[in-house]
């Protein structure tokens, strides 16, 4: 008899239709995984009632491999072999990985990423993480009861392209089916969003065991808008472990200790860590294996000031990611603490001098990624109607647009839009006869064309001929789930269509990112004038151009005076279109109108005679409603 | 006619409505599916419909509609852990055969 859990009223699936989908949380030093069930996200514990599992891998000399605890008590005997805080070496060169030379591994350096020799062979971080994500994918599936439809898994927002695709990679390897990365900072949002109903301006604090993260997110009505992130893909709690190694080793006054000694030590810095959090003092005794023994107190005193550098390096990007939000200490209203790291109460209260308030902490900061990548699997699933209030994936980190003449910006979907989405915007030609359009599509903040980065180009051709502004061409930007873009342009008259696919993240670091979002701001002032100017500009030359078209088919409405009046007006415009100076131009640009104005009544004029010559007054009357509809749609 | 929940079912269902932080009760219901014709509804109940019965158990609202009410009468609701796995059990006296997943049952 299988075991139901309670729905939504209305979505009770079908037997044998429920998707069991669960969410990853894959850290440096644990892991978790959770589910929704009945409504409610949940972590799921081990056979001994444990959430988390410790991110270690053994591989053993019987050609078994142990994961999680096991793992983790032979890492002082058998330290080659197993593996810590593997995804540190996620999509890393050898170059990239800070204290390598600490570290017990044989590393192998190999193009794109490390790898470790251990007894199995020589294995790359994929396939260590692989055997993490295998162990929590058959403890999922004891607790469901069923196969996996799919999972997210999260990952620090920091992490590049290489990192973020070793980590689909080992989810492949371990037979997963990942809906979606996420960022761990947003799943930590969309546990505390929903259960706490919150809204206002977010910190969330993201310090676990091997990253640091830092994200300022807008939460209203439900919908979360990441405003900055900032971090440090190489700073966590085992940095605080490893000064208090380094304390230990100092205090006790030990010579350089074998690869088992250090690791033993490395524990037990770890465990005094942890003692601190709710003790004074952590008396830490040791017999080393080279007949040295430790015997220490480290106080609360000795432990902050050693980590003081560590707290404050956690401080530096929180700043930065508030500057660039445009905010203040002040504009936070609440600030969420996750990690297991921040239980340090050193953390806590530099946190809270920062905010000049206490930081939220009433979830559990070990499982609010897990939980929130739960909630999210589960609507990826589709096992929740869309009409849940946090439809929030992701977020568009710049802006999306095409080029308008000029070299003009037109931004179509909006930086910090939540994916999926879509825009639509009509656009016309600038010339009669117009028959192809060019789509340059581009990413962005700025308001010139040549300082936004090019997506792709191109174009939409066989519209028929037609005056001027008369074609409308809708263009649709459409991002999917996945980040991918694809770009539709469509004549409606005529139907005639042309589209392309990009992926806008793609070759875009975070630091590219970011150094284009300061750029905008540092250039608002400039952009904004020179667009002023740029769009005075285009207007100018349609003005020109359709006083030349009517001067050429109805110069007989005119007389010398009138002609000579316009000629001039037409040449001074020419001549100031090339200038800075924006008010001279517009201020032209209306004496060319005002010499044109009693043209373009006569012309007027005589078009209406043309058509209405030879017609009834019905016929008439029926165009006038025809016309007066069409303007209405506009 | 009655419909019943164990204390710990019950339990969890209240447990399930606080968090969930509205609804009045809990909807059982069958409908033709499946691999051997009938399947079990379990759903919160926010709003109740003109016809619905309404059973009290341990204090928990059981809501089932007319139609379902032969199918279900005498079932008493459990809440059972196996192994890793946990979740409600139908203990449903009309049932002659189910399919090998029990999701779904003849009568």
């Known amino acids: ?634 | 006619m009655a419909i019943t929940l164990t204390e710990s079912a019950a339990k969890h269902v209240t447990g399930f409505l606080t968090k969930r932080g509205k609804g009045v009760g809990l909807r059982l219901g069958v409908r033709t599916s499946g691999c051997s014709g009938m399947a079990y509804k379990l759903e919160f109940v926010d709003e109740l419909g003109d016809e619905d019965q309404v059973f009290e158990s341990h204090g928990v609202k059981v809501v089932i509609d007319p139609k379902s009410l032969p199918y279900l009468d005498g079932t008493e609701l459990d809440y059972a852990k196996e192994g890793l796995n946990e979740g409600f059990k139908f203990n449903n006296p009309n049932v002659k055969d189910e399919c090998g997943c029990g999701e779904s049952f003849k009568v």
């Open chain 1, 1 to 634: 008899m299988a075991l139901l859990q309670i729905a939504e009223p209305g979505q009770s699936a079908a037997p044998h239709e429920h998707k069991l989908a669960v969410g990853i949380d894959l850290g440096t030093t644990n892991s978790l995984v959770a589910t929704v069930r009945s409504g409610m996200a949940k972590v799921l514990n081990d056979e001994q009632g444990r959430s988390m599992l410790p991110s270690v891998v053994r591989y053993l000399p019987d050609g078994s491999i142990e994961v999680g605890r096991e793992a983790q008590r032979h890492q002082a005997d058998d330290p080659r072999n197993t593996i810590v805080s593997v995804k540190r070496f996620m999509g890393r060169g050898l170059q990239d990985i800070a204290h390598s030379e600490a570290l017990p591994y044989e590393f192998e350096s190999a193009p794109g990423m490390v790898r470790v020799r251990t007894r199995a062979g020589v294995k790359s971080p994929v396939e260590v993480s692989a055997e993490i994500l295998k162990s929590l994918k058959g403890r999922a599936e004891a607790a469901l009861g069923g196969d996996l439809v799919g999972v997210v898994i999260t990952v620090p927002a920091y992490f590049d392209d290489a990192q973020r695709q070793a980590t689909k990679d080992a989810a492949k390897l371990a037979g997963l089916n990942v809906l979606r990365l996420l960022n761990e900072p947003t799943a930590a949002a969309i546990a505390y969003g929903l259960d706490n109903k919150s809204e206002g301006v977010f910190a969330i604090y993201d310090l676990g065991g091997g990253t640091f993260d830092i994200s300022i997110l807008r939460l209203a009505k439900g919908v979360f808008e990441v405003l900055s992130t900032g971090g440090d893909s190489a700073l966590g709690g085992d940095d605080f472990d490893h000064r208090i190694y380094c304390w230990m080793l100092e205090a006790a006054k030990i010579s350089p200790p074998s690869a088992e000694d250090a690791r033993r030590l490395m524990e037990r810095a770890r465990e005094a860590k942890e003692y601190l959090t709710t003790h004074d003092n952590a008396p830490i005794n040791l017999r080393l294996k080279s007949g040295e023994t430790v015997d220490v107190v480290l106080t609360t005193e000795i432990f902050t000031e050693i980590t003081q550098t560590l707290v404050s390096k956690t401080i530096q990007p929180v700043k930065k990611a508030l500057r660039d939000a445009g905010l203040r200490p002040d504009d936070i209203q609440g600030v969420v603490m996750v990690g297991g790291a921040t239980r340090m109460p050193q953390i806590q209260r530099a946190v809270a001098e920062y905010f000049k308030q206490e930081p939220l902490n009433n979830l559990d900061p070990d499982k609010v990624v897990a939980l929130g990548a739960a909630k999210q699997a589960d609507l990826l699933a589709g096992n929740r109607t869309s009409d849940d209030d946090w439809l929030l994936l992701d977020v568009i980190p710049l802006s999306l647009g095409l080029e308008t003449m000029g070299g003009l910006t037109e931004k179509i979907i909006p930086r910090n839009s939540t994916i999926p989405i879509a825009r639509a915007q009509e656009f016309t030609t600038f010339k009669d006869g117009q028959t192809a359009l060019a789509v340059h599509v581009v990413q962005g903040e700025r308001e010139l064309v040549a300082d936004c980065r090019s997506l792709a180009r191109f174009e939409l051709r066989g519209i028929p001929p037609m005056v001027a502004g008369a074609p409308r061409i809708r263009v649709t930007f459409q991002v999917d789930a996945d980040g991918l873009l694809s770009v539709t342009a469509r004549e409606t008259i005529s139907g005639v269509e042309s589209s392309v696919t990009v992926k806008p993240s793609y070759g875009l670091s975070d630091d590219e990112i970011t150094t284009m979002l300061q750029d905008s701001m540092a250039h608002a002032k400039d952009d904004a004038f020179l667009r002023a100017l740029t769009e005075s500009r285009v207007e100018a030359q349609r003005l020109i151009e359709a006083t030349q078209v009517a001067l050429h088919e109805d110069a007989h409405l005119l007389d010398a005076a009138e002609r000579e009046k316009i000629d001039q007006a037409l040449a001074k415009l020419a001549e100031v279109i090339q200038g800075d100076n924006r008010r001279t131009l517009n201020m032209t640009m209306d004496a060319l109108v005002d010499a044109t104005n009693e043209f373009a009544a006569r012309r007027m004029d005589q078009s209406i005679r043309r058509a209405l010559a030879g017609k009834k007054v019905t016929e008439v009357a029926d165009s006038a409603l025809g016309a007066a509809a069409g303007e209405e749609k506009q």
